[in-house]
Nanobody, 120 residues
Framework: QVMLVESGGGLVQAGGSLRLSCAASGSGFSINDMGWHRQAPGKQRELVAVISRGGITNYADSVKGRFTISRDNAKNMVYLQMNSLKPEDTAVYYC??????????????WGQGTQVTVSS
């Protein structure tokens, strides 16, 4: 009923920028919160940023002032603009969305992830 696909990952130098995109596809649903998590090797998956349908945002302390989450409700997309990237930002970034379906069902869906690598 719904699929999330991330794009925009890649290799950048420290101090550079990258913009991640996530597209939700399917039918018969509406998206509430959307967000980004990341997971580096040997570390737990952590929340990076989340945005409500109305545009209320929250960020991890480690990315405040550098990352910006946004969404386009008409396109069912969420974005993560990453500036002033640091090697510590290297991780697989996952898109997630809380989805409500017709009939009252709901669930949390995840994309497959996109690799972000920041070199020194």
């Amino acid at each position: 009923q719904v699929m999330l696909v991330e794009s925009g990952g890649g290799l950048v130098q420290a101090g550079g920028s990258l913009r991640l995109s996530c597209a939700a596809s399917g039918s018969g649903f509406s998206i509430n919160d959307m967000g980004w998590h990341r997971q580096a090797p040997g570390k737990q998956r952590e929340l990076v940023a989340v945005i409500s349908r109305g545009g209320i945002t929250n960020y991890a302390d480690s990315v405040k002032g550098r990352f910006t989450i946004s969404r386009d409700n008409a396109k069912n997309m969420v974005y993560l603009q990453m500036n002033s990237l640091k090697p510590e930002d290297t991780a697989v970034y996952y898109c997630n969305a809380r989805v409500a379906f017709l009939g009252g069902f709901s669930g949390l869906y995840w994309g497959q992830g996109t690799q972000v690598t920041v070199s020194s």
